[in-house]
């Protein structure tokens, strides 16, 4: 399949099978509702599982355009061509008479030969929406997205502009921090995506939903290093049946309330959601589930009990990682050895906020571990330690305010610097007039401006 996306009309090529005759553009193409599978067409010519079940997704394309050239060939009938046009549509509802689209001579129009021996083209004419934000790159996201049959391995390709769509579209591999896959199996491209993320957890996700019927789960859920880096529709669990997008997104109806559903993006297969010998399971818009069917219920309960393990095992790895990332400073890991048990569980906490902010350079990381290890010594001896959990997820600006209230730092080693302190306070202890605390004072700026 094919898509270019012009000034004022959007191509769509398809190398399918074609429609040969003015009787199979009726009964496939122009019934709505339309149903292949009651005649058995479950496979596609390549071997590929039908997608869609009513075959109403056609009607969509008036949401963007307000003409639509339907194209269509073969090497046995020929090529057959007509318009539909959104007026004429609306114009025979009102009228309560049947709608048949006007046929036309392809060339007349402007329409480009026919390519190969068989294939659809569809022309959309009179935009409406494409100033809608949908750039083509965004359009190749989402396209990627709502698909998971894309590449020469399923022989199903799309390319926009002449640029084919692939797995890397999808942008995982670029923001995925951690991963976890099903053990029912994950997309051929999970194992790429976990090498590119440092590797999947050691714990998998239990998919099965229903072992008698066979019903089971596939796919994988990830997350970020920071919430920020997943737009809207991206901190999502869309599910897919059969390749193709069946619900945009189950994570809101978990009702989780924990912080790192935030964090949270993945794909979910589940084919027994469109089953052939069973309902219709799709709600009228053909974007989500009917939630009381037995099926969703089914795949709700696998859905729920993986984020839950996600969750546990995401706060234990960005804890660990994050208390990693700062002892590879010897001071750090030095003062981190010296806590007792009760003081590091505080402290990962602090390294971990740390951990998470985006910084222009790493030495501004540092700058915030110097600030934050003092604050947090500041708190321990005030036995305030709780307040580490009240630091707010924040950028750089914000943070290093909040460190700075609690004192006046700008030395960079933090053993000297408590010690340094600690004798300072005892000195003041012992001097009663203001000339002697000035000096004092003196030789601590002088101090802390060499350390």
Known sequence: MRITIGDDEIEIVDTGSGMGTVDEINKRYLTVGYKRRLEGRMVTAKGRHVMGLKGIGKLSLFAIADEIIVDTWTAEAGRLSFVMRNEDIRAAIAAEKDYRPRQI???????????????????????????????????????ARRFSVLGEQDQFTVSIDDDPV??????????????????????????????????????????????DRGWTVSGWIGTVREHKQLADEQNSLPVLAHGKLVHEDVLPHLKEGGLFTKYIMGELHADFLDADDLDDIATSDRQHLKEGDERYVALMKVVKAAVTTVGSAWLRRRRKDATDRA???????????????????????????????SVDDESERKELYKHGIIAFERLRMRELLSAVDALPDTDLQTLLPLFGQLDDI??????????????????????????????????????????
């Open 105 to 143: 001579d392809a060339e007349a129009e402007g329409i480009a030969a026919t390519e190969g021996e068989h294939g659809t083209r569809l022309v959309l004419r009179q935009l409406k929406k494409l100033a809608d934000g949908r750039t083509a790159a965004a359009l190749r996201q989402r396209v």
């Open 166 to 211: 692939t797995v890397a579209d999808r942008g995982y591999q670029k923001s995925a921090e951690y991963v976890w896959k099903f053990t029912s199996g994950a997309p051929a491209y999970f194992d790429e995506m976990a090498d590119g993320v440092g590797g999947a957890d050691e714990k998998t996700l239990d998919g099965v939903a229903d072992a």
């Open 410 to 451: 700008e030395a960079a080693e933090y053993a000297e610097i408590t010690r340094g302190r600690i004798e300072i306070i005892r000195k003041l202890d012992g001097l009663v007039d203001e000339d002697a605390k000035e000096r004092v004072s003196r030789r601590r700026s002088r101090w802390s401006r060499t350390s």
């Open 327 to 357: 002892c590879r400073y010897e001071s750090i890991k030095t003062w981190y050895s010296s806590l007792g048990p009760d003081a590091r569980a505080a402290a990962e906490k602090l390294f971990e906020k740390i951990a998470t902010l």
